[in-house]
C-alpha cells in the first residue's frame, strides 16, 4: 500500500518543482490513514524506496512541520533512493530523494542518497558498470564531503564528475532560482 496524493502534497511538490503527477508514479503521497509502523507520521509526505522491482524496502518521511526534516522507519537500513538508475551509462547522485526525484522528472537517471552523511563505501559496487557519474551534492560543507567520499569510491570503475551546485543551495534550488537551463549546464 502507499499513500494518496493529498491537496497538502500537491502543494508541496510543486512547491519544489515536482509534478504531483510524476510524483505519484513513484508513490509518494501523504500519510494520512497511516500504515502499521506508520503513526508518527501522519501529515507527512511519504517517499518509498523500491528495489530494483516493486517492493518496498524502507521509507522516509518529509516532515512538513517544526522538528527534524526528514525521518526514517527504525530498522529500514539505508538504501539508495531510485536505485534501478545505478545501471545507467550516465547517473547522476544527489543528496536527497527529492532532488534525484525532479532530476528523474527531467528526463535523468538519478538516485539520492538519503542523507550528506549517509554515503556507504559499499554501495560503490552499484556504479561498476556507469560509463559516468555525475556528483551533484549540496553545496554546503557536508555535501562537498558526501561528494567526496562517492568520488573516491566510485572512480577506479567510472569517469567521475562533480557539479558545482553553488554554495548554500542544492539541485532544487538551482532550479526554482535560476532555471532548467542553468541546471542543465551544471550537470553537464
Known amino acids: 500500500m502507499t ?5 497538502k ?28 509502523g506508520h503513526e508518527n507520521y501522519v501529515g507527512m509526505i511519504a517517499i518509498p524506496y523500491f528495489a530494483k522491482g516493486d517492493e518496498i524496502v524502507t521509507w522516509r518521511f518529509r516532515n512538513l512541520g517544526q522538528g527534524k526534516k526528514y525521518l526514517a522507519v527504525k530498522g529500514g537500513g539505508r538504501h539508495i533512493y531510485r536505485v534501478w538508475d545505478t545501471e545507467a551509462d550516465e547517473v547522476i547522485v544527489t543528496e ?15 538516485v539520492g542518497i538519503p542523507g550528506a552523511r549517509a554515503w556507504t563505501r559499499e554501495w560503490r559496487w552499484l556504479f561498476r558498470d556507469a560509463r559516468r ?26 569517469e567521475v564528475t562533480l557539479a558545482e551546485i553553488p554554495i548554500g543551495k542544492d539541485v532544487t534550488d538551482v532550479f526554482l532560482t535560476e532555471g532548467e537551463e542553468t541546471l542543465r549546464r551544471l550537470l553537464a
Not at 511538490?13 to 513513484?26: F, Y
Not at 557519474?133 to 567510472?158: H, I, K, N, Q, W
Open 3 to 7: 499513500y494518496p496524493m493529498t491537496t
Open 9 to 36: 502534497a500537491v502543494a508541496f511538490l510543486e512547491g519544489r518543482g515536482i509534478d504531483p503527477a510524476w510524483a505519484a508514479t513513484h508513490s509518494v503521497g501523504e500519510v494520512t490513514e497511516p500504515l502499521e
Open 96 to 110: 536527497g530523494e527529492l532532488d534525484a526525484l525532479l532530476l528523474s522528472q527531467l528526463g535523468y537517471n538519478a
Open 133 to 158: 557519474v555525475v556528483l551533484a551534492a549540496d553545496g554546503d560543507p557536508d555535501g562537498r564531503e558526501m561528494a567526496a567520499a562517492v568520488a573516491t569510491d566510485v572512480s577506479p570503475f567510472t
